[in-house]
């Protein structure tokens, strides 16, 4: 149905040329039009509750609409004056915004080593390298990402000091830093106490004071619990369970708030916009000057430059050959965008209440940019450039985000499986996705654009002039780093498999040869090979059931899941048992009781085990590394 309503929205929108920069400004009635039948499609699609949103043009809320409901047990529609939605990673823009007051102030420098203004932890630094407020706010500190148990909680009894949540989850600094970007909350958090320890205020009093109070944000808070005369305006966030809507409790960030953890009705969200459209005025107050504030929207750092960039907190997005800055967000259960046209003084805000808005957030975004700034159909040319042969065969392979834990278990769903780059016909590659995948046309060396859409792929060399990463366009704050076959999550899933047929055959073959009289080495040997195969089985059965039973939706909070302590203790038996095979492997070959293929048997499933092993090494599924 998506697929019908879509083109039906844009012919509207083509049908209604736009007057978003006509001196008399955005005809509101026409865009109100045009969205309700937009966020119509979305609401027909996806299973949704509400939707709060607000379109500011030039210093004026041009249109502010709830759509949905904010709380579906008492049929409350969404209010958009009062409802609180969570923006979640939208909140970072506040924390840049107060990063930047005190660097025009002169009390913070985004240059200089960050461990000058903390105090309560050792600021990671494994390349020698100082960490600065400019490799933070770019996501480039260089750090692993870990988010399971530590990022959201359930209760407010759970909720400790800023300081002592970021210094209990110090990650470790895996790049150097400034080399690529990756998503880093723990970092943006780390901004928000450095803001706390220059101030003298606590985090969410700063915001309060200097930006929520001065924009007349009254319904916006960063602090958690929610003030009472707050807490009654809480739009209620769902989850997904089994097809129906299923409220969820109010998901507590503070521990991590600087990096998320705003409440906000998105009339407020405007006043925020209207400033950052008006050199950080808003009414008679100034927040920020003029400069800072055009700084804020500048590009500071980028991978490419044929992919968008990271400006000052702010990410660079690209569409219909139109520049914008802004951030989006997520919780488990709300999912936001903010978007600003800084050269044509416009912006928009939208947050859902239910998981899939993520999804529908996309379209409603895009659909947006489209009526305000429509663009022709593009005209593909098909014609290989020179060379492009030989560089898909170089860009050719499997590639794994760099936004994951490289230390802690964690880090298993990049298991689940790799970026694949294959070849598409001449000059074209591919890339799946989970609607079908694209095909993608070389246009400039390693410059790859989607046919019949927006998107780019780059692809780009490591110092020995290897093709190393590869960059999404649209995505400045991760890297894909190109895998080995040794490191392939592919061949990982097949070495897995096969020592999990292994174990099953050893089990099998001992059971059936329990009675052969063997004795000596050989039975030594057949009994340390069968306990390691007893343990790999109890162990890959067992964790399979522990993940089909995660509700994945709580392992945020639930971790690590009921049942994985315990199950971890089979690698280890495994590990005893099969380094005993190995020792017993020479005197296997010599035993008279082993004939030639069983001794082959016995060294190919130790082998196998010890692969098996070293795998879950990799994953650092050996000991408890949560």
């Not at 082959?600 to 085990?609: M, Q």
């Amino acid at each position: 149905m998506r697929a019908l309503l879509a083109p039906i929205a844009l012919l509207f929108a083509a049908a209604m040329p736009s007057l978003a920069f006509s001196e008399e400004g955005v005809d509101g009635a026409r865009f109100e039009a045009y969205l309700d039948g937009l966020v119509k499609a979305q609401f027909h699609d996806y299973k949704l509750a509400g939707m709060t949103f607000v379109l500011v043009q030039g210093a004026q809320v041009t249109l502010a609409k709830g759509y949905g409901l904010a709380d579906i047990a008492s049929n409350e529609p969404v209010d958009p004056n009062r409802h609180l939605f969570r923006p979640g990673s939208v909140s970072k823009l506040f924390t840049w915004t107060a990063v930047m007051q005190l660097v025009e102030q002169g009390r913070l420098d985004l240059n200089a080593d960050v461990g000058q203004y903390v105090d309560q932890f050792e600021i990671p630094n494994e390349f020698n390298q100082p960490l600065t407020l400019r490799h933070i706010m770019t996501h480039a500190p260089g750090l692993e990402d870990a988010a399971a148990g530590i990022l959201f909680k359930e209760s407010a009894d759970d909720l400790i000091p800023l300081a002592d949540s970021l210094g209990a989850n110090v990650p470790t600094q895996v790049r150097a830093p400034g080399t690529h970007a990756s998503y880093s909350n723990w970092a943006t958090a780390l901004a928000g106490l450095i803001v706390a320890n220059i101030s003298g205020q606590s985090f969410e009093s700063y915001v309060r004071d200097h930006i929520l109070t001065p924009l007349q944000m009254p319904n916006a808070t960063f602090d958690e619990p929610l003030p009472a005369h707050l807490a009654p305006n809480m739009a209620t966030g769902y989850l997904n369970k089994q097809g129906t809507l299923a409220a969820t409790g109010f998901e507590f960030i503070k521990n991590f708030g600087p990096a998320g953890a705003l409440s906000a009705a998105s009339a407020d969200m405007g006043n925020f916009i209207i400033a950052h459209l008006n050199d950080g005025r808003f009414q008679q107050t100034q927040i920020l000057n003029p400069a800072t504030t055009r700084l804020m929207h500048q590009n500071l750092f980028s991978h490419h430059e044929a992919v968008t960039a990271m400006a000052h907190g702010f990410w660079e997005k690209w569409r219909n050959g139109q520049r914008f800055v802004g951030h989006g967000g997520d919780t488990i259960a709300f999912h936001s965008e903010l978007v600003l046209d800084p050269e044509n003084d416009l912006g928009f805000y939208l947050s859902f209440n239910a998981p899939d808005g993520a999804r529908a957030r996309a379209a409603i975004v895009d659909g947006i940019i489209d009526y305000f700034y429509p663009e022709p159909p593009k005209r593909y040319s098909f014609d290989p450039i020179e060379g492009s042969a030989e560089r898909i065969a170089q860009v050719v392979g499997a590639y794994r985000m760099n936004r994951r834990s490289y230390t802690k278990l964690e880090g298993i769903v990049a298991l689940g499986g790799d970026i694949p780059i294959t070849p598409a016909g001449e000059g074209a590659i591919y890339l799946p996705s989970a609607n079908g995948g694209s095909k993608f046309f070389e246009v400039e060396p390693f410059v790859f654009d989607q046919v019949g859409g927006q998107r780019r792929l780059v692809f780009t060399a490591n110092a020995d002039g290897q093709i190393a990463h590869l960059l999404l366009a649209a995505t400045p704050v991760i890297v894909a780093d190109k895998v080995g076959a040794l490191e392939s999550a592919a061949n990982h899933q097949l070495i897995l498999g096969l020592a999990l047929l292994a174990s099953l055959f050893v089990i099998i073959n001992t059971i059936r040869n329990r009675k052969d009289g063997i004795t000596g080495v050989a039975r030594r040997g057949r009994r340390l090979v069968t306990s390691a195969a007893v343990s790999n089985l109890v162990f890959i059965v067992g964790l399979g059931a522990i993940v089909a039973g995660v509700d994945m939706q709580r392992v945020v909070y639930d971790y690590p899941p009921a049942g994985l302590p315990f199950i971890l203790i089979f690698p280890l038996l495994s590990l005893f048992f099969t380094l005993g095979s190995l020792y017993y492997l020479w005197p296997v070959w010599q035993s008279t009781e082993c004939s030639r293929w069983a001794s082959i048997r016995y060294s190919f499933v130790t082998i196998l085990f010890v692969l098996y092993l070293a795998i879950l090494n990799y994953w650092h599924l050996i000991g408890w590394n949560y």
